[in-house]
């Protein structure tokens, strides 16, 4: 799944490239007996069919086959990018700890930032609230609040011809993420190693090792080899429940753009949010990256994610602080 190795090259080379660590990870579909199989979107289609032909069902040694478990990697996957549009209708807040180590290993220096992560007309924006664990002073806020302003205008007198950019943009976004996920699952040797507890909800674990001789279709699949991990898996939802990815070999991007070194490693959590949508509760990780070839990144981080609040999708954000909704 995309997650696998994209959003984590995205953490590590945004934490190089700015300082700042990335946004976070997924969600995932809803379950409401209520909605018919004709007002799901098509994407949440596919991954519901796709669930229901899954067979599961190990052998007498307790085990899935390899052809099990790439098809179930396949409909995670899924199911992981239709999280990522569904994480757009929750606002939620995101703390930060950066710790910035010496060559030794030891914490030389501690960053912490608390942001409020809203969506403004499709756009998800952070409005940084506090540091180290205090409220911004007036000014700082101040700032923070022309910020959200300038985005706000923007969209708002967004063109018919620049939306209509926008929105082709993002669906080729989306279009190279469908091909990622094919790529995923042929990447890699699955093994189950077993079941375990996650959040009290019974999960499987998997293992993933680079399959030797597997050739990329896409450019970014490339890095794919450079990466294992272990995987668990909700046994109900058949959401990604945890991960813990681990870098074996340096990732090199471009010749002199970035290189993530071996041992880099990043582990997620997520929760189940209001019975419809699994969402990021916490991320660790530690990157030992490389810019240009001159700037050194050496850091553990922790990502926590709270206060998951779904809000109306229909309604208009005009200013701070103010919501319109459509006339009726």
Same mark, same amino acid.
Not at 101 to 104: I, P, R
Not at 165 to 170: A, C, G, L, V
Not at 192 to 195: D, H, K, Q, Y
């Given at each position: 799944m995309k997650i696998l190795v994209l959003a984590? &090259? +995205? &953490?590590a080379l945004s934490v190089a490239a700015a300082g700042q660590q990335e946004p976070s990870a997924p969600a995932a579909p809803p379950k409401n007996d209520d909605v018919s199989a004709a007002d799901q979107p098509p994407a949440d289609r596919s991954a519901a069919e796709e669930a229901a032909k899954l067979d599961l069902n190990p052998d007498a040694q307790g085990k899935l086959s390899q052809e099990q478990m790439v098809k179930l990697f396949r409909v995670v996957a899924d199911k992981d990018m239709e999280n990522d549009r569904r994480l757009r209708d929750y606002t939620y807040i995101e703390r930060d700890v950066q710790n910035n180590?010496? +060559? #030794?290993g030891k914490t030389k220096s501690t960053e912490i930032k608390t942001y409020e992560v809203l969506e403004i007309y499709g756009e998800q924006v952070q409005r940084l609230i506090e540091k180290d664990d205090k409220p911004l002073d007036s000014k700082g806020?101040? =700032? /923070?609040e022309e910020k %959200? *302003? =300038?985005i706000i205008d923007k969209r708002k007198n967004e063109s018919d011809e620049e939306r209509k =950019?926008? @929105? *082709? #943009? /993002?669906e080729k976004e989306r279009a190279q993420g469908r091909k990622f996920v094919t790529e995923v699952a042929?990447?890699?040797?699955f093994r &189950?190693? +077993?079941?375990e507890p996650v959040g009290g909800r019974e999960a499987?674990? %998997? @293992?993933g090792e680079p399959r030797p001789g597997f050739e990329p279709h896409i450019k970014e699949a490339k890095f794919l080899s450079k990466f294992r991990g272990r995987v668990w898996i909700d046994k109900d939802d058949l959401q990604l429940a945890k991960m813990d990815i681990e870098a074996i070999d340096t990732v090199a991007v471009g010749w002199f753009i970035a290189r993530v070194h071996k041992g880099t490693r990043v582990m997620l959590e997520q929760t189940r949010v209001n019975d419809e949508v699994w969402l990021p509760k916490h991320v660790t990780f530690k990157l030992d990256a490389r810019v240009a070839l001159l700037k050194g990144y050496n850091i553990d981080g922790d990502q926590t994610f709270r206060d998951y609040k779904k809000f109306r999708t229909t309604s208009k954000i005009v200013g701070i602080g103010k919501v319109e909704d459509p006339p009726k």
């Open positions: 984590f &090259l +995205g &953490l180590l010496d +060559g #030794k806020s101040a =700032k /923070e %959200i *302003q =300038k =950019k926008r @929105e *082709q #943009k /993002e042929d990447a890699y040797n &189950l190693v +077993g079941t499987w674990v %998997i @293992e």
